[in-house]
């Protein structure tokens, strides 16, 4: 059994949620499962040579959980990549565009030094929006994006097409029939 089919077990749709129409992808079981959870991270970190980059920014909020376990496992730096007015340092900000909405991300001035090759995780590709602010944010700071890795693709959204000039793997790719 491939990593992706194990993997899509634990992996529940959620209709209408956040909204009307949307179909969520509900990664808590995948979480709530230790050896579920536990491939995941053995497979993000198969996605990309560690030595290649420098830290992980993790994406607020369940990019965090996958982040932050990523950087333990390849004892990398973890700097966090959050929403409007929660982090307690100076800031940069950048605001974006969602499948539904818009947003504001912001990461500390610290977060990323120039030259510094930076791997960015998240849970989820949809439309590309958020995944973008980040290497905006990123590459601010004078960091090089290395990577763009995520647990759920939704390809149907084209979040790619956001995100062309970067190297993008994920380990579940979702395609409507």
Known sequence: M??????????????????????FKDITPLL???????????????????????SIGGFDARGFIFG?????QTEK???????KGKLPFEIVEVDYGLEY?????AIHRDAVMPGDKVLLVDD???TGGTM???CTLVEKFGGEV??????????????RAQLEEYDVRSLIEYREV
């Open 2 to 23: 491939t990593v992706e089919s194990y993997l899509r077990n634990y992996v529940r749709d959620i209709a209408d949620f956040p909204l009307p129409g949307i179909q």
């Open 32 to 54: 709530k499962d230790s050896s579920a959870f536990r491939r995941s991270i053995e497979a993000l970190v198969n996605l990309y040579d560690p030595s290649c980059y420098d």
């Open 68 to 72: 932050s376990a990523l950087a333990y």
């Open 77 to 83: 730096p973890f700097f966090p990549l959050r929403k």
């Open 101 to 105: 909405g818009r947003s504001t991300l």
């Open 124 to 126: 989820l590709l949809a």
């Open 132 to 134: 973008r602010a980040g």
């Open 146 to 159: 290395v990577g763009c890795a995520f647990v759920v693709e939704l390809a149907d959204l084209r979040g």
